[in-house]
């Protein structure tokens, strides 16, 4: 059974930084895509990061690009993302995403397992 299981978030003030982590296990994502998403309250899920393996890409959405950076640890089958420079806009929960295939999509729609989120709180 595949699992992804987010870890990091939390409450954090404007300016500061977090890390979240998303570690997988039941299979292995060495070769596929994966993205992190956020959803606010009231707000449809938003697509944050995603990285490529196969083609060595990352994409980021330009409400964070410059200030979030997300990585990949094949050996420890993980994902994070790394968030400087925190708004309160960034508040919402994140949400690991994986797929099936390598090609990388900003589509929630795309991506076949999900973590259960974690909560970033950031304060003015």
């Known amino acids: 059974q595949v699992q992804l299981v987010e870890s990091g978030g939390g409450l954090a003030q404007a300016g500061e930084s977090l890390r979240l982590s998303c570690t997988a296990s039941g299979r292995t994502f060495s070769r596929n895509a994966m993205g992190w998403f956020r959803q606010a309250p009231g707000k449809e899920r938003e697509f944050i990061a995603a990285?490529?393996?196969?083609?060595?890409?990352?994409y980021y959405s330009d409400s964070v690009k410059g200030r979030f950076t997300i990585s990949r640890d094949n050996a420890k089958n993980t994902v994070y993302l790394q968030m400087n420079s925190l708004k309160p806009e960034d508040t919402g929960v994140y949400y690991c995403?994986?797929?099936?295939?390598?090609?990388?999509?900003?589509?929630?729609?795309?991506?076949?397992?999900w973590g259960q989120g974690t909560q970033v709180t950031v304060s003015s």
């Open positions: 995403a994986a797929q099936r295939g390598t090609v990388v999509s900003r589509s929630h729609l795309s991506y076949d397992y």
């Open positions: 990285f490529s393996w196969t083609i060595g890409s990352k």
